[in-house]
């Protein structure tokens, strides 16, 4: 975990700070710049997953709802 911080520290996207009740942690928070890059990712997955689903046939995303209705339900047990 501490070399993805780094790494995502070096690229600007997110701040260190000690933790002011426990000098054992640290506290990591995204920076204006790393809420901007993950928006823009999420956004990005979105449109391609849109584009792969417009794909497909009624049949193949009537099989998509139903499991997705079984993923839920196994989730929930």
Do not use: C, F, Y
């Not at 780094?6 to 701040?15: D, H, K, M």
């Not at 995204?30 to 993950?38: K, L, M, P, S």
């Not at 997953?49 to 998509?64: C, F, I, M, T």
């Amino acid at each position: 975990m501490n070399q993805t911080i780094n790494i995502l520290q070096t690229e600007g996207l997110v701040t260190r700070a000690p933790d002011p009740s426990d000098g054992r942690k640290v506290l990591v928070a995204a920076t204006d710049q790393g809420i901007t890059r993950a928006a823009e990712l999420r956004t990005a997955k979105h449109v391609w997953l849109n584009s792969r689903l417009d794909q497909l046939s009624p049949a193949e995303r009537r099989v998509l709802v139903e499991a997705a209705r079984i993923l839920n339900e196994i989730a929930g047990s």
